[in-house]
C-alpha cells in the first residue's frame, strides 16, 4: 500500500510546497515590487515640443503601506510637466491622510483626474474565480451584475478636495485644460463606466478645435467609451482599472481584464480603431490592488512614464 500511494502523496505535497512558495512571492515581493515604465508615443501635432505625463493608477492605498506611500513620493524627482491620475485611490476607508501624503509631492506638478468604482466604495472579498465566470458571462461591475447590497462608502470628498486645492483638474464626466509651456492641452473625461457612471453625451463632440492638443481620460477601459473616444477623434487615450490582469500566466498573459477589453491590450500601449479613426490606449497596470487579494503574479505593480512626441 505504501508503494502504491507514496508517489501521489509526495506529488501532491510538492504541489502545495509549489503553491504555497507562489504565494509568498506574490504576496511578498511581486505586489511590492514596484517598477516604472517608460513609453514614447508619437502623437503630438507636427512642431510641437515633447510632453513627458506621469500616469499614475489603482494605488488602491492600505495604512501602513509604507513602502508604495515612499515610492509613489519620489516619483516626483522624474518632473513630469503634468500627471494624470486615473483613479481607484483606495481600498482602506482610514488610509486617506496616507494617500495624500504619498501623493502630496506629485500635486505640486499640474494635474489631471478621473475616479474609479474604489474611490466611491471601500473593496469587497470576491471568489477570483468570479472574474473568469464573468468573462465568459459577459458581465462586469455593474455592466450586467445585480447592484451591491450593503456597499461601504469611502470618504472620497476628501481627496476631490485636497487634488482640487493643488490646482489638478477634475474630469468627472467634463471636459477641463492645462496650460503649458509647450502649449495649451485639452481634456475629455469620464466618470467610472465599471459602475455605469460614465455619462458621454454631455461631453461628446471631439477634440477642443482651440487646443494645441486633446487626449481622453477614463478610469476603466471598457469598449463602448473607446469606441465613443475614437470615432470622436481623439489621439490619445490612458485608462487603467485592468491591474494588468494582476495574476497572470508566465508566456502567456492575462487571463482577465475585469471588463469588456480583450485581454491583448490588458495593460501597456495598442490601438482602438472605431469611427473610421484610430487612436492610441495606454491602460496602466497600476500600483496597488484590492486589500483581499494582495498578491500579483507575472504582473508588477507600475507607473508609467508617457513621453508624447509629435508625428512624423
Known amino acids: 500500500m505504501r508503494a502504491r500511494y507514496g508517489i501521489p502523496l509526495k506529488i501532491t505535497a510538492g504541489v502545495a510546497a509549489t503553491a504555497a512558495a507562489g504565494l509568498v512571492y506574490a504576496a511578498g515581493f511581486e505586489a511590492r515590487s514596484f517598477r516604472l515604465r517608460r513609453i514614447t508615443i508619437p502623437v503630438l501635432p507636427p512642431g510641437m515640443d515633447d510632453l513627458r505625463v506621469l500616469q499614475v493608477s489603482d494605488v ?16 516626483a524627482g522624474l518632473r513630469p510637466d503634468f500627471v494624470v491620475n486615473t483613479g481607484d485611490n483606495l481600498s482602506d476607508t482610514e488610509a486617506v491622510p496616507e494617500l495624500l501624503d504619498a501623493l502630496g509631492p506629485l500635486m505640486e506638478f499640474p494635474g489631471v483626474y478621473v475616479f474609479g468604482s474604489n474611490d466611491y466604495y471601500g473593496p469587497r472579498f470576491r471568489n477570483p474565480a468570479r472574474y473568469l465566470l464573468e468573462k465568459v458571462q459577459g458581465r462586469h461591475g455593474l ?15 476628501g481627496i476631490k478636495d485636497a487634488f482640487d486645492a493643488a490646482g ?11 496650460k503649458l509651456p509647450q502649449g495649451d492641452l485639452a ?8 459602475i455605469k457612471r460614465d455619462r458621454y453625451e454631455r461631453v461628446a463632440g471631439g477634440p477642443d478645435a482651440a487646443a494645441d492638443f486633446s487626449m481622453g481620460i477614463v478610469h476603466a477601459p471598457y ?6 473616444f475614437a470615432a470622436d477623434g481623439y489621439e490619445l487615450v490612458l485608462a487603467g482599472h ?16 475585469n471588463c469588456d477589453l480583450d485581454t491583448d491590450r490588458v495593460k501597456g500601449l495598442s490601438t482602438h480603431t472605431a469611427g ?11 500600483c496597488g ?5 494582495p498578491v500579483r503574479f507575472a504582473c508588477p505593480p507600475e507607473a508609467t512614464l508617457l513621453t508624447l512626441t509629435a508625428r512624423a
Do not use: I
Open 143 to 157: 455592466n450586467g451584475n445585480k447592484p451591491v447590497v450593503g456597499a461601504v462608502h469611502n470618504p472620497w470628498e
Open 242 to 257: 485592468t491591474h494588468g490582469g494582476q495574476l497572470c500566466v508566465p508566456f502567456y498573459g492575462a487571463l482577465v481584464t
Open 276 to 286: 473610421g479613426h484610430t487612436s492610441y490606449l495606454h491602460v496602466s497596470a497600476g
Open 223 to 228: 469598449l463602448r467609451v473607446l469606441d465613443a
Open 187 to 194: 481634456f475629455t473625461g469620464l466618470d467610472d463606466p465599471h
Open 60 to 75: 488602491h492605498m492600505v495604512c501602513g503601506q509604507d513602502k508604495k506611500r515612499a515610492w509613489l513620493q519620489k516619483l
Open 289 to 293: 490592488t484590492n486589500r483581499f487579494t
Open 168 to 178: 489638478w483638474v477634475d474630469l468627472t464626466n467634463t471636459r477641463g485644460a492645462l
